[in-house]
C-alpha cells in the first residue's frame, strides 16, 4: 500500500514514529485466500483445519465445520464458529460496525439526523478491534512516538501510561499539575504545549476524563475552555495536536455540571489541526474486564478529503496501518468476547444495555456522593480531596513535607485496617492516597473515613 | 527489582534487547493491593468494582461480586467471576501451573519420576500467558533484539515473522536455505550462526517444527545432527545461542521417523550456552484458535544457580520481566479462554484430551498421506515437494526460471478453480506454493492434485 493519501492529504504519516511509518499490512495471504473465496471449487489456502463434523465429534452433523474438541460446547452455547476460529485481524466486521453505530450514539445527540451525527458518521474511522484500552494505547503510542519524543499528560494519571510509553516505548512523558485551585490546570497545560512544541514537530496529549486516579470530570464550563485554550494555542504554535482520548470510564459520571459525553465529541468538531484518536471498550462500559477488547477510533478531518472515494481510500490506509499493527503483535483478538459483545448489542440493543448498567451505574454514584460527603468533614489544606465527579476512584492530597503518602498508607493499614493506594511522586508534585470506593460497601463508607480522618490526626 | 542473579549468573541480561534490560513490572499498586488483601478489614485498592449482587441484577443474591451485565450469563455456564474479572498479568495461576505439567506431559517421558522430568520442573520457568503465540513471538523478540539485530530463521517460514521481526522490531531476519537434497541445511545454519556471531555478542534463532509453509518436522537423526550441530558451532564462537522453538503445530506429526516431541526437551538436556524458550499454545494444540492464549517459558541451565533460593529468585526475576513485557503492552490475557482451558484439563485430563484430538490428527494425517502420495506422480526437478511429515500445510517448489509461483497460482485459480497461496521470493530462494490440506476435504484431495498438474503442464 502507498499511503498516498496519509501523505500528502493529512498531516499524520509526518507525525508517525518510525515504526508507524514503517508498518504495513501486507496483502499477500490475505489477497490469495480472498481471491480463493471467490474464485475457487476447491481451496487450499486456508490455515485453519476444517472437516466433516461427524467425523470428529461423536454424534456430529455433516456440515463441513472447524474441527474443535466437544468439550468447548461444555461452558458456552454460543455456536463454535464464534469460540474456536480466528476473529479478523481489525475484529469482527459486524462488531466494528456496531461499535461505530455505539460511539454514535455515545454522543448523545438528539436528532439522529443532525449534521453531528452525519459528520460522525463520515469522518470517524472503523473501530480497530484491540486487546483493550492498555493494548489501545500501546497501539496509537507505538504508531506516534519515537523514542525520546513527548507526550503530554496531567501528573494524575493512570500509572499504567508510565509502563507503556516510557518503559516500554522510551518516550518521554511531559507532565503538568493537573489542577490549579481545583479546576483544570488550563495555563499549567498551555504551558506544556508550547514547551513541547519547542522540542518537536508535533504535540502528543494524553486526557483521560473521568480520571484514574482523580474521578476527576471537567464541568462543562471547563471542557469548553479546555477546548478553547487548545484552538488558541494549536494556532500558536501551528503544528499538529494529536490527542489520545481514553474514554475507559466514559459512562460513569455522577454529577449533573460535569459533562455527559467524551470531550472526543467535541474534538471532532474542530476545524483546526486537532486529531483526537478515541479509546474505549467493554472492560468498564460493559463491565467485562477480563474479555480484553478495546477498540480505536481516529477522527479525520473534513479538509483532508476532497470526495468519497478520497475518504474511502484515507480510511483503508488507516486500517492496513493498524491491522499491520495488529498482525505483528498480537495477531487478532479473541472471538468469544467480541461475539457475545456482538451479540450483547444486537439481541439486547443500546437503550437497554444502558438501562441495565444505570443501576450499576447508581451504586457507584450514591457511594460517590456518600464519601466525597464524608471526606468533606476532614477537608483541610493538608487533606485535600481533588475535584471529582466520575470514574471509580478519587485521590485526597497530602501535605508532602508534613505526612509522605506511604508512611500514611502503611500507617492506616496496620493500625486502622484500612488499605488504599499511596502515590507518592513529588517530582511531579504527587502525594496522595486513591481511594478506589468502585469496590467499597456504601456501609464501610463512613466508618473508612472515619478511620481514615484517625489516622490523619494520629500525624 | 534488581535483577541481580538475571545480571550475574546468566548470560541472559547482557544479551537482552534495551528494551529487555528497562523492562520490569513495578510493584507498587501490587503490593498495597496484596496486602490490604491480607491485612485490611475494609478495602478500597481494588480497581474492579464490585457489589451485593441482589443491588444490581434482579434475583441476584446476598453474595459480594464484581458488578456485571446479566446478559453475558445468556453466553456462558461459566461462573461470572471467571468472565467477567481481569485475570492476572502473567495469567491465572493455576492455568501457568497446569500449562507447565501439560508442557512436561508433553515430552513423553516414560518414567514420571526419571531424572529428566525432575530436570524439567526444576528448570523451566512457570509459562508466561500471552496473547497467542504471535504475542509470545513479539513478547520474546522484544526481549532481545535491538533494531538492526539479527535473527537467524529458516528461508521457508510463517511470513508472520516477517510481520513482527522485521517490519515491527527493525531486526533483520537472517535466512539459510531449509532444505539441502530434501533434507535439514545443516551447512547452511552452521553458516548463518557464524556470519551472525561476527556481527553480533548474541545468536538468535527460531525454529518452527513442524513447520509453516513446508510441514517439515526433522526425522530424529536429522534432530540428533542439528543439535550436534548446535552444540559444535556454539563452542566454537563461544556466544550465547538463544533458541525460540516455535511449537504451534506440536502434536500433529504423521510419520513415525520424525520427531515425536518438540526439539525444546533435547535443547533442554544441553549444557552448552544455548537457551530454548518454547512458544506454544491453545489455538492447534486445542483447536482454539480464537482463544488467543499462548505461552512462553524459558529453559534455565544448572550451572546458573547455586542453590534453591537462587533458582526461585532468578524464576521471579525472569517472570517480573515477562509480565512487564505484558503490562505495558496488553494489560493481560482474556479471561475466559483460560478459564475454559484450566476446565479441560482439570476436568478431563491430559490423557482425555490427547484421545479426543486424536481424531483430528487422523483426519490430518489422512490427508497428508493422500495428497503426499499423488503429488509424488507429478514430481520432478521442476515441481519438487518440500520434506513434510506434519502441521497443516505442505510446499512445492516451482522451478523460478521457467513458472513464477505468483503466475502459477492466478493461472490455477482462473483455469482450473483450486486456490492455493503462492510464495515469491526468489532473494531467499523460494517460489512455490503452500498447499493448506488442513482445510480441504479428503474426497477432493485427488480431484485437486489432478488440477494442479494440468496447471503445470500448461507451462
Request: aromatic share 12%; net charge negative.
Amino acid at each position: 500500500m502507498e499511503f498516498k493519501l496519509l501523505k500528502n492529504n493529512t498531516p499524520l504519516f509526518n507525525v508517525f514514529s518510525e515504526l508507524g511509518q514503517r508498518i504495513y499490512l501486507p496483502d499477500g495471504i490475505f489477497h490469495w485466500s480472498g481471491r480463493a473465496k471467490k474464485e475457487a471449487e476447491i481451496i487450499g489456502t486456508i490455515g485453519t483445519a476444517y472437516g466433516y463434523e461427524k467425523d470428529f465429534i461423536d454424534g456430529g452433523l455433516d456440515n463441513w465445520a472447524p474441527l474443535y474438541l466437544d468439550s468447548f460446547k461444555n461452558y458456552t452455547n454460543i455456536d463454535i464458529t464464534s469460540v474456536v476460529p480466528y476473529a479478523s485481524i481489525g475484529g469482527l466486521q459486524e462488531l466494528r460496525n456496531i461499535w461505530k453505530e455505539w460511539i454514535i450514539y455515545k454522543a448523545g445527540y438528539k436528532n439522529k439526523e443532525s449534521r453531528k451525527t452525519e459528520q460522525l458518521e463520515r469522518y470517524i474511522t472503523l473501530p480497530t478491534v484491540t486487546q483493550g484500552i492498555t493494548n489501545g494505547l500501546f497501539m496509537v503510542g507505538s504508531l506516534f512516538l519515537n523514542e525520546g519524543d513527548f507526550i503530554i499528560s496531567p501528573n494524575k494519571r493512570w500509572g499504567n501510561y508510565d509502563n507503556i510509553f516510557s518503559k516500554n516505548l522510551n518516550a518521554e512523558i511531559k507532565s503538568f499539575d493537573f489542577f490549579r485551585n481545583k479546576q483544570f490546570n488550563l495555563e499549567g497545560f498551555e504551558q506544556a504545549i508550547i514547551e513541547v512544541a519547542e522540542k518537536q514537530e508535533k504535540i502528543l496529549i494524553i486526557l483521560n476524563f473521568p480520571n484514574n486516579p482523580t474521578g476527576y470530570t471537567p464541568l462543562k464550563s471547563e471542557r469548553d475552555a479546555i477546548i478553547q485554550k487548545l484552538k488558541e494555542t494549536q494556532k500558536s504554535i501551528d503544528k499538529p495536536i494529536i490527542i489520545f482520548v481514553d474514554d475507559a470510564y466514559e459512562p460513569y459520571v455522577y454529577n449533573d455540571n460535569s459533562i455527559d459525553h467524551s470531550i472526543f465529541y467535541e474534538l471532532m468538531e474542530l476545524d483546526e489541526n486537532i486529531i483526537p484518536i478515541k479509546l474505549d471498550g467493554i472492560s468498564k462500559e460493559l463491565l467485562a474486564y477480563g474479555g480484553r477488547i478495546g477498540f480505536v477510533t481516529i477522527g479525520l478531518k473534513p479538509s483532508w478529503i476532497q470526495n468519497e472515494e478520497e475518504l474511502k481510500q484515507l480510511k483503508q490506509e488507516i486500517n492496513n496501518k493498524l491491522e499491520g499493527l495488529n498482525r505483528s503483535s498480537i495477531s487478532n483478538t479473541n472471538h468469544f468476547y467480541q461475539a457475545v459483545t456482538l451479540k450483547m448489542f444486537e439481541e439486547i440493543g443500546f437503550e437497554m444495555i444502558v438501562q441495565k448498567r444505570e443501576k450499576n451505574r447508581n451504586l457507584l454514584k450514591n457511594r460517590y456522593e456518600l464519601i466525597n460527603k464524608e471526606l468533606k468533614k476532614i477537608e483541610n489544606t493538608e487533606f485535600s480531596i481533588d475535584p471529582n465527579s466520575g470514574g471509580f476512584f478519587l485521590f485526597v492530597n497530602l501535605d508532602y513535607d508534613k505526612i509522605k503518602a506511604t508512611e500514611f498508607a502503611d500507617h492506616l493499614l496496620k493500625k486502622y485496617k484500612v488499605g488504599v493506594i499511596p502515590i507518592e511522586k513529588p517530582e511531579i508534585n504527587i502525594n496522595g492516597i486513591r481511594i478506589a470506593y468502585c469496590s467499597i460497601d456504601i456501609n464501610d463508607i463512613s466508618e473508612m473515613v472515619d478511620r481514615i480522618h484517625k489516622a490523619f490526626n494520629d500525624f
